[in-house]
């Protein structure tokens, strides 16, 4: 009798680790939710309603999603439409769900004397640049944001990777790293709102183009595929997705704020977003 009650607490003693182990996720996702301060706004909240620890791996969307293709991660969130479809259509997600938006900005520096911030739109403005040859810093990192990045150059009519010359300077860092090496060098930048709001380092630097309806900017959350990976934490991952399109994880998205100014907009309840 006393065998078989010291067996059952050694085998509770070993099994607590693994079910501590369970109860925390990985998620995939980019510099600007955790640059933002986003998660460290929403983590504790979800923890308290569910008691999942969850472990940010906050890269670009690109590598977020490749860290997610070799099963690195439980849930991949970020903000590249195109590139999520593209990450479905290949078997590695289950399904894609919108959560929240917010947009870019063209950042450059406050006093502005090609005149960039008086352009009609952001097309015009990256026009400016390319023909005066002013300095510009692109993250260069396969990030939702370098993709918008490149996207907006083709609408403007700009073959950057035939035509960028010394005034294009592509760092392969994160947004943080790319607003402060436009700062240090009165530079122009493309950055999401969220991470340029909680940016510390401004310097000289300044909002010159917004509210364009292409600098709109979607979040995504996906679930990774456990057929795929089947270590894949799918309950566990399945909770986080479902607590951040609740009515729950949408308020505390909206209620996330810096000076008074909100960073993020739920809009799980859009289909087509």
């Given at each position: 009798?006393?065998?078989?009650?010291?067996?059952?607490?050694?085998?509770c003693?070993?099994?607590s680790?693994?079910?501590?182990?369970d109860?925390?996720i990985v998620?995939?996702?980019?510099?600007?939710?955790?640059?933002?301060?986003l998660?460290?706004h929403?983590?504790?909240?979800?923890?308290?309603?569910?008691g999942i620890?969850?472990?940010?791996?906050?890269?670009?969307?690109?590598?977020?999603?490749?860290?997610?293709?070799r099963?690195?991660?439980?849930?991949v969130?970020?903000?590249?439409?195109?590139?999520?479809?593209k990450?479905?259509?290949e078997?590695?997600?289950?399904?894609?769900h919108?959560?929240?938006?917010?947009?870019f900005v063209?950042?450059?520096p406050?006093?502005?004397p090609?005149?960039?911030?008086?352009?009609?739109?952001?097309?015009?403005?990256?026009?400016?640049?390319?023909?005066?040859?002013l300095?510009?810093?692109?993250?260069?990192?396969?990030?939702?944001?370098h993709?918008?990045?490149?996207?907006?150059?083709?609408?403007?009519?700009?073959?950057?990777?035939?035509?960028?010359?010394?005034?294009?300077?592509?760092?392969?860092?994160?947004m943080?790293a790319?607003?402060?090496?436009?700062?240090?060098?009165?530079?122009?930048?493309?950055?999401d709102?969220?991470?340029?709001?909680?940016?510390?380092?401004k310097?000289?630097?300044?909002?010159?183009?917004?509210?364009?309806?292409?600098?709109?900017?979607?979040?995504?959350?996906?679930l990774?595929?456990?057929?795929k990976?089947?270590?894949?934490?799918?309950?566990?991952?399945?909770?986080?997705?479902?607590w951040?399109?609740s009515?729950?994880?949408?308020?505390?998205?909206?209620?996330?704020?810096?000076?008074?100014?909100?960073?993020?907009?739920?809009?799980a309840?859009?289909?087509?977003?």
């Amino acid at each position: 009798m006393i065998r078989r009650l010291l067996l059952a607490v050694m085998a509770c003693a070993l099994a607590s680790p693994a079910l501590a182990q369970d109860n925390s996720i990985v998620v995939a996702s980019t510099t600007s939710t955790q640059d933002s301060g986003l998660f460290g706004h929403l983590l504790p909240l979800f923890k308290k309603s569910t008691g999942i620890d969850v472990k940010v791996v906050a890269l670009g969307t690109g590598q977020a999603l490749d860290t997610a293709r070799r099963g690195d991660a439980d849930v991949v969130f970020v903000h590249a439409k195109s590139e999520e479809e593209k990450f479905i259509a290949e078997g590695f997600g289950v399904k894609r769900h919108p959560v929240m938006y917010n947009d870019f900005v063209l950042i450059g520096p406050r006093s502005d004397p090609a005149g960039v911030g008086k352009a009609k739109d952001v097309a015009e403005a990256l026009r400016i640049i390319k023909q005066q040859g002013l300095p510009f810093v692109s993250r260069g990192d396969r990030s939702g944001t370098h993709i918008a990045e490149l996207k907006l150059w083709r609408e403007a009519g700009i073959d950057v990777a035939g035509e960028k010359g010394g005034w294009y300077k592509s760092i392969g860092q994160g947004m943080g790293a790319a607003l402060n090496t436009a700062s240090a060098a009165a530079a122009y930048v493309l950055a999401d709102r969220g991470t340029w709001l909680s940016f510390k380092n401004k310097g000289d630097l300044a909002i010159l183009v917004q509210g364009d309806k292409r600098l709109f900017n979607q979040y995504g959350v996906i679930l990774v595929n456990p057929a795929k990976h089947p270590h894949v934490k799918k309950v566990q991952g399945q909770q986080f997705i479902d607590w951040l399109v609740s009515r729950e994880g949408q308020a505390a998205i909206a209620n996330y704020k810096i000076n008074g100014e909100q960073l993020f907009f739920p809009n799980a309840a859009d289909p087509n977003a």
